[in-house]
T-cell receptor, first 112, second 109 residues
């Protein structure tokens, strides 16, 4: 069966520090991969999605970037965090057509 | 791109009553419409979904209806229980998933 792993679960980082969040999927190949951000009490904002290795689509221009170095690995990065980057970051995967859309357990990022 | 509108933003019902949450979408090519339940501090979990070739789907106390012509779909929860209290998100998919803003459902015992 397919599983999705996301880490770390919580992270407190100072303003201006770099960020790297990792997401990996097991039990499937060539998945669609997604990064979402959820501010406290708010909805899900799509940040990036990827349909294949090295293919990244950005939805919201900002100081975040994403990379997909391997088929089942998706990384969210920042060179310098802002206070406004705080939130709950969720990775998700889906098969072709978007079916079976499943979220990782999330990373709660607090920028101080 | 796809735009998904969800209403209401908050909904409070008495235990045992029904709850209905409605969503509209803009992309007529969207073909998959899941609903997610998110409890406080946890990841969204899929509770039911419907594909564009089906008008209605039911799973115990939960049902979803889809009107492709009008481009809207709804979640119906019957005989609500306190444990149904959560934030519910609708979504629409055409290569990438777009979510509604969420509905905070409170079921009062």
């Amino acid at each position: 069966s397919q599983t999705i792993h996301q880490w770390p679960a919580t992270l407190v980082q100072p303003v201006g520090s770099p960020l790297s969040l990792e997401c990996t999927v097991e039990g499937t190949s060539n998945p669609n991969l997604y990064w979402y951000r959820q501010a406290a009490g708010r909805g899900l904002q799509l940040l990036f999605y990827s349909v294949g290795i090295g293919q990244i689509s950005s939805e919201v221009p900002q100081n975040l970037s994403a990379s997909r170095p391997q088929d089942r690995q998706f990384i969210l990065s920042s060179k310098k965090l802002l206070l406004s980057d705080s939130g709950f970051y969720l990775c998700a995967w889906a098969g072709r057509g978007g079916y079976g859309y499943t979220f990782g357990s999330g990373t709660r990022l607090t920028v101080v | 791109g796809e735009n998904v509108e969800q209403h209401p933003s908050t909904l409070s019902v008495q235990e045992g009553d029904s709850a209905v949450i409605k969503c509209t979408y803009s992309d007529s090519a969207s073909n998959y419409f899941p609903w997610y339940k998110q409890e406080l501090g946890k990841r969204p979990q899929l509770i039911i979904d419907i594909r564009s070739n089906v008008g209605e789907k039911k799973d115990q106390r939960i049902a979803v209806t889809l009107n492709k012509t009008a481009k809207h779909f709804s979640l119906h929860i019957t005989e609500t229980q306190p444990e149904d209290s959560a934030v519910y998100f609708c979504a629409s998919n055409n290569n990438d998933m777009r979510f509604g803003a969420g509905t905070r459902l409170t079921v009062k015992p």
